[in-house]
């Protein structure tokens, strides 16, 4: 037999990789009913399933997701192997504030805003912006080798989901778990939309933290950052053990605060720290979370001085409409002419910025959409959602890999306040609420004449929440839901742990009483060569996965993501550390060629009879697949990995392979068999490649394709069995 003509020129992933994909695609074997159908599995295999974590139709996708797929496809490609009913359900996510952000930018630079075109002609455009982003999206993810199952996609904004969204509202809402009222919330002044605690970043920065009195008689001292706020106080808080306030403790007290009246109530509050700034507060109950439940436990009242462009709201003229900032300096300024600034002092401070916008947030009192998640339900023996979503990860139904994020997850959900679920866009899924007269309803559609429905948009979080299980087909009861659910891992990145693992822990425990997956496993941030946090927004940190893969092909980059970087971990990742594998799987091709030009004569049909040498080399690679296996059930791809790499390179490559050459030279001379050497090179590079493929798939299918097998029905390598010790 000669040999492939394609090995003798080197790998070109470039003319490999599409029409490989092609191949897999063509086949039928992402979806797992066509593998039980061609007997590739069997109907009553266990199940394996992943649903991917949806990327935002907001544009392209980055090296986050190009680590998440290489991680996923990895897990996903060995449980097929090993002949699992294997679903990796693929998908996108309407990502509500980000999508629509864009497209209003878009306008602003055409002049033109959505209030003007209408809800009905910008949210078109918005599909259409979502339908580029998704195509864009579909055409990477197939770049980088995923094998999802595309017969089940899904988005979460279209008509399964929809129906899945609003029987879960229906039944939160009747239950009493969603409600609408006043509290105070994250504002984003540049939005103009509410966002969720999990939206905002803290950033910390320079402050100047003034001590004054609101009045020359005033007997107490409160410090603060934020003087416009005090406009708004309506109390001020000291600790009950603090005797220096003991005395004024009850009392009421009427001001004149830089020209605006105000009435202090000095009350006493276990949550005011003593030892900070003056041990003083002053409350504003209407712009600090803190400070409205503050304001709720001593029954204050509600002052808003701050409106949703972030100007102030007061009766009077000097400070009205004017910027927050701007009334600070004025306000500075005029408790230093009272002489009642008594001094600056410079801190260190958290400012809270909307990760959508980079607006700074405003908390403001404003009516909303929450759901209760201290509301105890008698449907669920009296439990609060709070609970539903800790018990599974307390009791070990839920593990998290790494486990020190068990604790941060318990510590989250004990400072967890009610979710607020409504948002001031246009684009998502409108809330199901009609109004007539002071009416309130549920309805998906209009009921009827005169009833108008609720103007807000779902959090997007919401309908994401519902992922592992509305992709399944739920609130029907399919043959996919009870075969595929609890699906058996989610694998995504450790800082949306509370955006969106929680809430599928608490959407799946309420809604269908089981955990939405078994395992919770977390990568690491993709950071460039300096260790930097790849951005798309600074493009100097970002190697684009595409490019990437053009140049170097997916195997060398997928290898790059997960070579020995645990979970949890960050990886830095460079241009070079990819190009030592696109080096391996030339190794790895080359060494292919080798054994085929010295294997032609061989009959796989014998038994092979090793000599004493290659025999123990045969019970090491053994142990190889013994020590892997084990570590691949444990999610240890970092490990393997880098084993497999080491192994082929200096153990295959180096050791083994330069013995057969030797050998087989000598044989050449003596005419000695070495039947047995060329068995074990044989063996070693097959059982390789089925090891290498859930890591590098393109080369290692191309390769099997190449080689001969001792089996009429050949099959892709994509579904042939994982090797154990008996081959």
Known sequence: MEINEKLLKPYNSKDTEDRIYKLWEESGFFNPDICIEKGIISEDAEAFSIVLPPPNVTGTLHNGHALMLAIEDTMVRYARMKGKKTLWIPGVDHAAISTETVVVKKLAKEKKNKHEIGREEFLKLVNEHAQNSHDTIVSQLRKLGATLDWSREAFTLDEK???????????MYKDGLIYRGNRVINWDPKGQTTVSDDEVDHVSQKAKLYYFKYSPDFPITIATTRPETKLGDTAVAVNPDDQRYHKYIGQTIDVDFVGVKLSIKIIADRDVNMDFGTGALGVTPAHSQIDWEMGVRHDLEVRQVINEYAKITVDNEEYNGKKTTEVREIIIQKLKDAGLLEKEEEIEQNISISQRTGATI??????????????KLPTHNDKTLKELMLEPVLNKEIGIIPEHFEKIYDNWLGNLRDWCISRQIWYGHRIPIWYKDGDEMFSVDSPG??????????????????????TLGWPDESKDLKTYHPTTVIETGHDIIFFWIARMILMSTYLIGEVPFKTVYLHGMVLDKN?????????????????????????????????????????SLSEDKIKAYTKFANKIWNATRFVLENTKDLDLSKEPNYDEEDAKSNEELQILIKEITIEMDEYKFYIVSEKLYHYFWHTFADIIIERSKKKIIEAEKTN???????????????TLLKLLHPFMPFITEELWSIIPHNDNNKKLLLVEKWPDTKS
């Open 449 to 470: 004449s005169g009833w108008e429905q609720d103007p807000d948009t779902l959090d997007t979080w919401f309908s994401s929440g519902l992922w592992t299980f509305s």
């Open 161 to 171: 989901r929809r129906h899945a969204v609003y029987t879960a509202f229906e039944r």
């Open 362 to 375: 405003e908390p403001l009192p404003k009516l909303q959409w929450f759901v209760h998640v201290n509301k």
């Open 531 to 571: 260790g930097k946090k790849m951005s798309k927004s600074h493009p100097e940190t970002a190697i684009d996965p595409v490019e990437i893969i053009e140049r170097h092909g997916a195997d060398a980059l997928r290898m790059a993501m997960i070579i020995g970087v645990g979970p949890g971990n960050n990886n």
């Open 672 to 686: 000695a068999n070495v039947d047995g050497t060329k068995a074990l090179i044989y063996t070693e590079l097959t």
